[in-house]
C-alpha cells in the first residue's frame, strides 16, 4: 500500500510539472509572435538598406512603424516568473528576467527609442537607413545577449 501511494505522489508531482509546462503556452506564443513582428519588419527595412529590395519611402515608414506598435506591447507582463526556456520546452527566455524585470525594460525601453527614430527618419532617404538599422540592432543584440538562453 504504502508503494503505490509513493508512485501516486510522483505520478501527482510529475503531471504537476506538465501543468506548470503547458501553463505559460500562450505568454510564449505571444512574446515570440511580438519579436516575429518586429523580425519581419526589420528584414523589410534591412533588404531596402542593402539595395535587395527597391527603397519605398511609404513601406520603410509603414515597416518602422509596425515596429514601434510593437514595442509599445508591455514585454515584461508577457514574462511571468516560471515561463522561461529552462522550465519551458519551446523558449529562449533566460530564469534572469523576471528578477530583473528594471534591467530588462531598459533594454525593451532602448528598442522603442530607436524604434521612434526609425518612424520619424526612414521615410526620408536611403541614407537613413544604414543608422537605424544599426540602432535597432544594436538594440536586439544588447536584450539577446543578456536575457535570451544562447542558441
Ligand atoms: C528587451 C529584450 C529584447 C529586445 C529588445 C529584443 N528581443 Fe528578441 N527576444 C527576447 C527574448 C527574451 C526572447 C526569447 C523569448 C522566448 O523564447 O520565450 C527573444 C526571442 C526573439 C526571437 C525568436 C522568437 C522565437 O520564435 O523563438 C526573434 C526572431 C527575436 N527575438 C528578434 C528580435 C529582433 C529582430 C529584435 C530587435 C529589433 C529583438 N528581438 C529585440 C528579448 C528581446
Known amino acids: 500500500m504504502k508503494k503505490i501511494v509513493t ?11 506538465a501543468t506548470v509546462a503547458q501553463e505559460y503556452k500562450n505568454q ?16 523589410t527595412l534591412g533588404g531596402m538598406a542593402k539595395g535587395e529590395t527597391e527603397y ?14 510593437a514595442s509599445n506591447v508591455h514585454f515584461a507582463s508577457l514574462f511571468p516568473e516560471g515561463s522561461d526556456g529552462e522550465m519551458n520546452e519551446g523558449s ?10 528594471a534591467g530588462f525594460n531598459e533594454k525593451w525601453a532602448a528598442l522603442g ?26 538594440a536586439c ?3 539577446h545577449e543578456t536575457y535570451r538562453i544562447p542558441q
Open 92 to 101: 529562449t527566455a533566460k530564469p534572469t528576467i523576471a528578477g530583473d524585470l
Open 113 to 138: 527609442a530607436a524604434a521612434d527614430k526609425a518612424v520619424a527618419e526612414v521615410g526620408t532617404g536611403t541614407e537613413a537607413l544604414g543608422p537605424v538599422m544599426g540602432a535597432l540592432g544594436g
Open 28 to 43: 510564449i506564443k505571444a512574446r515570440q509572435g511580438t519579436m516575429w513582428v518586429i523580425a519581419l519588419n526589420l528584414g
Open 56 to 69: 519605398d519611402a511609404e513601406a520603410a515608414t509603414m515597416a518602422a512603424e509596425s515596429i514601434q506598435a
Open 7 to 17: 508512485v501516486l505522489a510522483a505520478a501527482a508531482i510529475l503531471s504537476g510539472g
Open 141 to 143: 543584440k544588447s536584450c
